[in-house]
Every structure is written in structure tokens, then in C-alpha cells.
């Protein structure tokens, strides 16, 4: 169940917003260890985001997975911040990124709950 949603107030290019999250994706279930056809990304790109008081480009990052290791976000935080400067031009510095480790019966899928 990895999860990343990504909000950025920059406009992804409506050729390359495809092959943005099939990147994402891949890179996800890469970096988890999981299989890709448990992984969903969502983008939300063009919103209206002001960081540090400027309009520059800026994301804010959610990444949610099951048993997620605490002790691996900052390697995670550094690969994402890589993809979204890569991606969409967006200076690490200006990505929050927010990590969280659901309990199972807590994230619903398929009719039920893991």
C-alpha cells in the first residue's frame, strides 16, 4: 500500500505527467522493497503553494506505507527530493516531506484492511 502523493505549485507538462509517475512509481516500490502493483502516486501539480514567503517552485511530499522504517526516511527523503528535482525543477530545499507508518487495520483496501 506505498502511497506517495505529491503537491507542487509547479505545472507538470501535460507529455511528460505520465512518465512522472511511472518514474515515481517504479522508484517507490524500488526503494521499499515492494511490489509495484501495490503502489500508488498522486499528483497535484499547478496548486497554490507559498514556502519560506515566495511563490518559487516548492512541493510538499506525503509518503505512506505500512511497517515503513523510521530508520531509513532520510534516505528516502534524499531519493525523493532527487526525483522531484529532477523531475519538475523543484530545489530540495523547498520540499517538506511527511512520512507516516499506518497501522494495518487502519488503511483500507480491497473491502478490507491490511
Known sequence: ????RILTNVQAPTDRRADLLATASRALA???GKPESYVMVI????RDILFAGDARPAAYLELKSLG??????S?????LC???S???G????RIYIEFAAPPGHLFGWNGGTF
Open 68 to 73: 515503513l522504517p523510521e530508520d531509513k526516511t
Open 30 to 32: 524500488e526503494m521499499l
Open 75 to 79: 534516505d528516502y527523503s534524499r531519493a
Open 1 to 4: 500500500m506505498p502511497t506517495l
Open 82 to 84: 532527487d526525483l522531484m
Open 43 to 46: 499528483l497535484e501539480d499547478g
Open 86 to 88: 529532477g523531475a519538475l
Open 90 to 93: 523543484v530545489p530540495s530545499e
